[in-house]
């Protein structure tokens, strides 16, 4: 079946903190996993990952595909509280379609 | 930027009327515009593909019949609920593709509908 699967649902940490979110996915042949943060309204695009192994970073957000064990993970350094969101990953198939995963909500308490 | 607009924003209608919320690309042009619903504290879920100048495209599950989608120009779609039910109470969002590269798929800000 076609799922894309978030964990944890939800996440609350301190300030400071880091975290690990974590996207997996069943089917192997897509072109690429995507993550986006959504705050009050639309998801904003933070990563496109294509190849395995190979880590993307963005300031304090950095994000790797592991197409071997079929999972993704978004990490989140030095935490603050305007990282509280739902971070969403989606998978490309390349036939335009996006599959959402379930989302994980993170809380960042000051 | 690319910048993709929805209107209205919020919208509370009543039961057994219908309701139309535009999806316009600001300053590109969208092949390819996609419908997304997405119900409290859940993902999003595609609803349909619309292309420029032809029929939607709708996911298993949805009915074209109950929720119209038109994309009459390269700068807009339309989705018309029509008959609306509370069950159709949701956050609607629609995303533009500017380019080839699907990850160039640009959100709009979303619309609550309410129905009552």
Known sequence: EDKVVQSPL???????????????????????????KQEKKAPTFLFMLTSSGIEKKSG???SILDKKELFSILNITATQTGD??????????????????TGTRLTIIP | GAVVSQHPSRVIC?????????????DFQAT???????????????????NEGSKATYE????????????????????????????????YICSARRAAL??????GPGTRLTVT
């Open chain 2, 14 to 26: 009543k039961s057994g009327t219908s309701v139309k919320i535009e999806c316009r690309s600001l």
């Open chain 1, 10 to 36: 939800s996440l609350v940490v301190h300030e400071g903190d880091t975290v690990t979110l974590n996207c997996s996915y069943e089917v192997t042949n897509f072109r690429s996993l995507l993550w986006y």
């Open chain 2, 102 to 107: 699907s990850y160039e798929q640009y959100f």
């Open chain 1, 84 to 101: 509280s969101a739902v971070y969403l990953c989606a998978r490309d198939f390349g036939n335009e379609k996006l599959t959402f995963g």
């Open chain 2, 32 to 50: 390819t515009m996609f419908w997304y619903r997405q119900f409290p504290k859940q993902s999003l879920m595609l609803m349909a593909t619309s």
């Open chain 2, 60 to 91: 298993q599950g949805v009915e074209k019949d109950k929720f119209l989608i038109n994309h009459a120009s390269l700068t807009l779609s339309t989705l018309t609920v029509t008959s609306a039910h509370p069950e159709d109470s949701s956050f």
């Open chain 1, 60 to 62: 304090r957000l950095s």
